[in-house]
């Protein structure tokens, strides 16, 4: 049983994986939106700036103007466009031209420095940052060559704006973080719960099922998985109760089987020692009954150990192709002794050389019980059908006695152990109850198709089907 501490257990710690969730990814989010966000925005501005770069610079070289469209699109992004020429350390602005060089203007000392750089490197083109006024600014720059000297192409941009909106998304990702991190809080604290709750539920019925209360019942859960546990625990207390009904009925049927030859046995030796010792007639009656008796009990005795056995596989099956025809024949002889002292009479038709895979000694045990009970049942007029036919490479072994039929509702119940139909009559061939319960067995492990059909007054029909095994498939 899942006790209530750890179930306070489980239920923690689904609520603390939601919370731990919940910080990672809302710890993604901000790493995405701060860290990488300064980064990623330089990387695409500088990308639009070498393009507006490329454009600018090929217009320029071909018509020698800058088109003031360029020039209106980039400052609206933050972008300045710049075109000067170097001389002895100095800079001159000719686009725009109203701008005059001046070497204390931190912004003017920057671009010489690309300019330099560009030369030292002897570089066409140049993408870079630099530092104005204690700001990060990307430069963009190209080398055009004109008739009147080099040129360079200055595109400049400065961090100021991926910093405010780096600022912007902090201050609004602390909102979310807050938010996100109470409802995922809340949330995960009804779900933690509802998935506990079922367990702790059906922990308690359980226990009540565990102390014997057999009427519990286990309830459905809040999802499909807790449905489909409750719906098996339930089947299983089914199950379980049967199986309990079972052992009781097992015990007081097989102590009931075993006392009367016990008791009989005994009652008989006695007499031997006391009465009929040197009676030679009736010793030997005496003696008779000892013997039938022991003989009953050595039946009962074996047929549980043939029971359990088949029921725990503890025997492998020797499957191999044999002639069912034959078998069937050869059982119905063995009851010859039967039709003649007690007048039993067989119907017989039997389809000849039938042959099937499976164990042959084990089918052929459940072959004669199956003829032996249909003996016990059969009507008045002592009759026992037995029909062996082959249709479409399926073999269909049916028997059948006349007698009074069994009740559509118990027709199931014929298989348990020590199932006795409540007809009265009188047990021709010796049984333990445990007949029809070592056929079902036998079939079962053959995965045979087999059933029972039987109506009040009409008798009852046993069956079972095989697989016909034709002529190239008997030695595979």
């Known amino acids: 049983m899942i006790s209530?501490?750890?179930?306070?257990?489980?239920?923690?710690?689904?609520?603390?994986?939601?919370?731990?969730?919940?910080?990672?990814l809302v710890s993604l989010i901000w790493l995405l939106q701060t860290v990488f966000f300064e980064y990623n925005y330089q990387k695409v501005k500088g990308e639009t700036m070498n393009a507006y770069a490329d454009i600018i610079s090929n217009e320029y070289t071909s018509s020698g103007e800058i088109r003031e469209e360029h020039v209106l699109t980039l400052k609206d992004s933050g972008v300045s466009v710049s075109l000067v020429y170097s001389m002895q350390g100095e800079i001159g602005f000719i686009y725009p031209s109203s701008v005059k060089y001046n070497e204390d203007n931190p912004y003017h000392v920057a671009i010489l420095s690309v300019i330099e750089e560009m030369n030292v490197k002897n570089l066409a083109q140049y993408t870079g940052e630099g530092s104005f006024a204690g700001s990060i600014i990307v430069f963009t720059a190209r080398e055009i060559s004109t008739f009147q000297g080099t040129r360079y192409l200055i595109l400049s941009s400065g961090a100021s704006y991926a910093q405010d909106a780096v600022n912007v998304l902090r201050e609004q990702l602390l909102l979310v973080a807050v938010v996100v991190t109470s409802i995922s809080l809340f949330i995960s604290y009804l779900i933690s719960n509802s998935i506990s709750k079922p367990i702790n539920d059906m922990s308690a019925v359980a226990e009540k099922w565990a102390k014997g209360d057999d009427e519990v019942v286990f309830t459905?859960?809040?999802?499909?998985?807790?449905?489909?546990l409750a719906n098996a625990l339930n089947k299983a207390k089914v199950e379980v109760n049967k199986t309990g009904k079972l052992q009781k009925d097992l015990l007081a049927n097989v102590s009931h089987d075993l006392k009367t030859p016990l008791t009989m046995i005994k009652a008989y030796a006695e007499m031997i020692k006391d009465i009929s010792g040197d009676n030679k007639e009736k010793r030997d009656k005496h003696t008779k009954v000892i013997i039938d008796e022991s003989d009953r009990l050595t039946l009962l005795v074996n047929d549980i150990l043939n029971l359990s056995k088949l029921q725990a596989n503890a025997e492998e099956l020797t499957v191999k192709c044999f002639n069912l025809s034959e078998l069937v024949e050869t059982v119905i002889y063995r009851f010859d002794d039967v039709m003649i002292e007690k007048g039993y009479t067989f119907e017989k038709s039997i389809e000849e050389n039938v042959f099937v895979k499976g164990d042959e000694q084990k089918i052929e045990q459940a072959v004669y019980n199956l003829i032996g009970n249909a003996i016990n049942y059969t009507g008045e007029d002592k009759t026992v059908k037995v029909f062996l036919t082959t249709e479409n490479g399926i073999a269909t072994l049916e028997i059948i006695d006349s007698g009074k039929g069994i009740d559509s509702e118990k027709l199931e119940t014929i298989w348990e152990k020590y199932y006795r139909y409540s007809e009265t009559h009188k047990r021709t061939v010796k049984g333990t109850g445990l007949g029809l319960s070592i056929v079902k067995a036998v079939f079962d492990i053959h995965e045979l198709e087999y059933g029972v059909l039987s109506k009040e007054g009409l008798g009852t029909n046993f069956f079972v089907k095989f697989n016909v095994i034709v002529e190239g498939d008997k030695n595979e």
């Open 4 to 24: 209530k501490l750890k179930l306070n257990k489980l239920r923690n710690r689904i609520w603390i994986y939601f919370v731990i969730f919940t910080v990672l």
């Open 220 to 228: 459905s859960g809040t999802y499909a998985e807790m449905d489909e």
